[in-house]
Structures are given as C-alpha cells and as structure tokens.
C-alpha cells in the first residue's frame, strides 16, 4: 500500500493541514500505517501536482501561513479505485522483537525479556489511547447505535483491529516473560 492511500484515507474525515495531519496520523491511521511528518508533506505535494488534493492558504495571527489539504473530485474517485483493488498480498511482520526472542536460547535472556516487557509497556499504553479514541468516536453511544448512526464507520474498524493487535502484543508477551522466566530457572538449576 502507498502512503497516499493511507493520506487518502486520513483526508476522509476533511479538510487538514500537513501539521493536522501528521499529528492526527497518530489518532487516525496509526494502527495500521506509519509514517513521518516529512513523508507525509512529501506525498501531499506530490498529491497536489497529481490533482489528488487541493490546498487553500490559509492566513493566521502570531503562526505562520498554513495550507489546508482536501480531497478533489479526482482523489475520491482515487480511493474508490483503489478500494476496488484486491489487496497486494497479506501483511507480513517484519518486528526486530521477534528476532530477538528467536535468538534468545543463545542470548541475553534478562535482555530479551526486558525488551519484551518494553514493548508490553508500549502495547499498554496504545491500548488506553486507542480506547481514548474509541470512547470519543462513541459519544456515549452504543457499538451498536454508532454502526446505525455514523457517518463513516471505516475509521471505527480500523480501530477495532488496532486495539485487537495490542491485545495480542499484551498475551504474547506475558506468554514470552512466563517461559523464559522459566528457561532462566532452568538455566541457574543446570549451573548450581
């Protein structure tokens, strides 16, 4: 997937600036796509030449000049093609952690654990800002009046799946710390 689609999709919701953006890419997308405030000002010029987005100026007091970025007629009919598309090919994980915990019998183990252990701490925290974001996109409706109500129910999904892939970082990983708590155990046993 280009970084376009994933900017198509976060200028769904309206009109943003490239700092809105980069800065709601964290509340919107993040779940699945990642990218830098650069990349993102890169493609939307690149969107711009293209005629995907438009740009209007827009003058502030005490900030600087800021552009607002939409979508024109040709970036909607840009994401119903692509949507229309079947996907690449099914998502591979390419996590340095893993690679980690696979070499672990022959490495640091207190190291290992303490990067998983890490990235439970990181899991936690996305989890309670996704659930953040989960509880405003309610409004203190029910999933179920939400899917009857809202306008776009995409960015629930997306949330949905994001929320569901920290809650099996969280299991693994104590998973993970359980049984090389207990190789540890076996390893000071052996040496005794």
């Known amino acids: 997937m280009a970084l376009r689609n994933a900017v198509m999709a976060a200028l769904l919701a309206g009109e943003a600036s490239g700092y809105d953006l980069a800065k709601g890419f ?4 993040a779940n699945f796509w990642t990218a830098t405030p650069q990349q993102l000002y890169r493609e939307l010029e690149r969107m711009q030449a293209e005629g995907l987005v438009t740009a209007r100026v827009v003058e502030q007091e005490r900030r600087p000049t800021k552009r607002l970025f939409s979508l024109t007629p040709a970036g909607r009919a840009a994401v119903r093609a692509y949507t229309a598309q079947p996907p690449a090919r099914p998502s591979v994980v390419r996590d340095e952690l893993l690679v980690k915990v696979q070499c672990a019998d022959a490495g640091d183990l207190d190291a290992v654990r303490a990067a998983v252990a890490e990235r439970m701490e990181w899991a936690t925290a996305k989890l309670a800002r996704y659930e953040r974001i989960r509880q405003r996109l309610l409004a203190g409706r029910s999933e179920e009046a939400y899917f009857a109500e809202a306008e776009r129910v995409g960015p629930y999904l997306t949330l949905l799946r994001g929320m569901s892939f920290e809650r099996e970082n969280l299991q693994w990983g ?13 390893r000071s046993q052996q040496g005794d």
């Open 26 to 29: 964290d509340a919107t997308v």
């Open 174 to 186: 104590d998973l993970v710390l359980r049984r090389l708590q207990q190789r540890a155990a076996a």
